[in-house]
Nanobody, 121 residues
Framework: QVQLVESGGGLVQPGGSLRLSCLAS????????????LRWYRQGPGKQREYLAS???????HYADSVKGRFTISRENSKNTVYLQMNTLQPEDAAVYYC???????????WGQGTQVTVSS
């Protein structure tokens, strides 16, 4: 069974930072984690799920315009973990944040259960 578990969410004041982590486990990942394309999404209350960032097997990255320059995605293959560093957080960044993994365009995508981020003073 493959599993993605996010952590690092919580309450932060406007202008603050958080780093989210997503740990991949399961036999399907194993030593192949480095081959997976990894993404972060978020879903705010009453909103559709929103794409944020991707990191590929070669560690190249892509960002949505809404977070470019504030968020940074990275991966640590030795720990089967993907990160999302979030800076200068604003109330509109409050959402449940999800990580996503997919080995290829035709393979079954894998979602985490989400971690809540609240931005409030």
């Amino acid at each position: 069974q493959v599993q993605l578990v996010e952590s690092g969410g919580g309450l932060v004041q406007p202008g603050g930072s958080l780093r989210l982590s997503c740990l991949a486990s399961g036999s399907a990942f194993g030593s192949a984690f480095s081959l997976y394309m990894l993404r972060w999404y978020r879903q705010g209350p009453g909103k559709q799920r929103e794409y944020l960032a991707s990191i590929y097997h070669d560690s190249s990255t892509h960002y949505a315009d809404s977070v470019k320059g504030r968020f940074t995605i990275s991966r640590e293959n030795s720990k089967n973990t993907v990160y999302l560093q979030m800076n200068t957080l604003q109330p509109e960044d409050a959402a449940v944040y999800y990580c996503f993994a997919q080995r290829s365009a035709v393979s079954t995508p894998i979602w985490g259960q989400g971690t809540q981020v609240t931005v409030s003073s």
